[in-house]
């Protein structure tokens, strides 16, 4: 014999009153089904509380970018096939924050077709005259010519300088950042996820368009040409 509650529903045809029919239905069956559901939602849930709460006691200088990631698992919603996608690619880029290998650092060209106009060497200071330190190097492009991202990162600033221009700092891992300086027109802003090779912004109207162009390591100006995969040819200015 069952010893669980059974529900009868007594329903009537319209044709007749002497036909009727009783459904039977179990509402252990439907617990079941949920118990299910809540169980791995519960998981999920104890996983996320846990690395919330590292990375408020940790208070890194990488934590608030990590925590907004996991704005993209609350959205989710907690779809298992989205969500486990999600945290995927939440796993590949939060591990980029802790571990750093500038040696295996790939860039790609930030402007097509660009010319080194000036390479990772010191300069004299107009004013002063006297030798500043190299910070990145200068490609020569086409007027308003389209600025690529070298890297896969998130934006970190959007800045604008004295002379009308702006420059963007893209992180890379938890130690490298790329910044580019004299562009005109940004399309990117502070905490977007960029991917290689996508467009960030335009290069200022003049001729021809300078980018200035830096790869910073551990807080250390580097010379970006050490590590940008494509050749790059030498521009010559014309008289």
């Known amino acids: 014999m069952n010893d669980y509650p059974k529900r009868y529903e007594l329903k009537l045809r319209s044709d007749s009153s002497d036909n009727t029919y009783t459904s039977y239905t179990n509402p252990y069956d439907r617990k079941e089904k949920n118990k299910d559901r809540i ?9 996320i509380l846990f690395g ?12 608030e ?13 907690f779809d298992i096939s ?10 590949k880029e939060a591990s980029s924050f802790f571990v750093s290998d500038a040696s ?14 000036q390479g990772f060497e010191e300069t004299t200071h107009p004013v002063f005259m006297t030798s500043v330190a190299p910070t990145g190097v200068t490609f020569a492009a086409e007027p308003s ?22 420059r963007i700092v ?5 130690d490298i950042s790329i910044a580019y300086d004299n562009l005109s027109m940004v399309y990117v802003k502070e905490d977007d996820l960029i991917a290689k090779d ?13 980018l200035k162009f830096e790869v910073w390591v551990d807080n250390t100006a580097v010379d970006p040409m050490d590590y940008i995969v494509s050749s790059v040819d030498t521009y010559v200015q014309s008289e």
Request: overall charge neutral; glycine content about 6%.
């Open 104 to 117: 295996e650092l790939a860039l790609a060209l930030p402007v097509k077709d660009g010319k080194l106009l």
């Open 39 to 47: 169980s791995w939602k519960s998981t999920a849930c104890i996983m």
């Open 145 to 166: 010519a389209y600025v690529y991202s070298a890297v896969d990162g998130i934006v970190t600033s959007v800045n604008a300088n004295t002379d009308g221009t702006k």
């Open 170 to 174: 893209i992180k890379y891992d938890k």
């Open 198 to 210: 996508s467009i960030i912004a335009l290069l200022a109207e003049e001729t021809p368009s300078k």
């Open 65 to 77: 970018a990590i925590l907004g990631k996991m704005d993209s698992l609350i959205n989710s919603q």
């Open 82 to 91: 989205e969500t486990t996608q999600v945290m995927s690619r939440f796993a």
């Open 52 to 63: 919330v709460v590292f990375l408020k006691i940790s208070g890194g200088e990488n934590s």
